[in-house]
């Protein structure tokens, strides 16, 4: 894999994001939507494993994958988008994309427990650590929502971004929903 990673920073209710494009032989896809403060590992992972250079963006409207997901954000934030369409890269294990990949089917305003997510990949909830380290290790937070995995009590558990987010982010769909919010464990 080689190609170019293309970063830019916007400014969000969860504080700044950084996101990032890599754009290869399968074209401009969404790599990267962190949290400041891990931003510079994640960007540093993504620029070896796809041997890319980095080049901040002068202007995400000149990445059409920057730009989809720039307005994308825009409409998560506002109430207005409970699903995401921006074409995805994944960098990670086979069992580390499943896990991702399971996050992009939780439903808008639904939470499952590490668990409950473990049996859907048919891995039984014994293997619910591995999928708190998969989760962990998610790069697109926000778009694979990994915020919406709990502990099998309800409580809050274990995000990169600080639970405060987590629970903004969670607060932030229960109101976009009319307050209900479904639980699976």
């Keep these: 894999m080689t190609g170019v990673l293309t970063t830019t920073t916007i400014s969000s209710p969860v504080g700044v994001l950084t996101l990032a494009s890599i754009t290869d032989d399968d074209g401009p896809r969404v790599a990267l939507v962190e949290f400041g403060h891990r931003a510079p ?22 990445c059409p994958a920057l730009s989809l997901l720039i307005d994308e954000l825009g409409r998560y934030f506002a109430g207005d988008l409970r699903a995401f369409s921006v074409p995805l890269a994944l960098v990670g294990t086979a069992f ?67 639970l405060e987010r987590k629970r903004w982010l969670l607060d932030h769909e229960r109101t976009a929903v009319g307050g209900l919010f479904a639980r699976s464990v």
């Design 96 to 162: 580390q994309c499943r896990v991702w990949e399971a996050l992009g089917e939780i439903p808008y305003g639904q939470v499952v427990s590490y668990g409950a997510l473990a049996r859907s990949l048919g891995v039984g909830a014994g293997a619910s650590r591995a999928v708190g380290a998969a989760n962990g290790a998610n790069r697109l937070a926000i778009v694979l929502p990994c915020h919406r995995v709990v502990a099998a009590d309800g409580s809050l558990h274990g995000y990169g971004g600080g």
């Design 41 to 62: 590992e994640a960007l540093e992972t993504l620029a070896d494993a796809y041997r890319a250079r980095v080049e901040p963006s002068p202007s995400p409207v000149a």
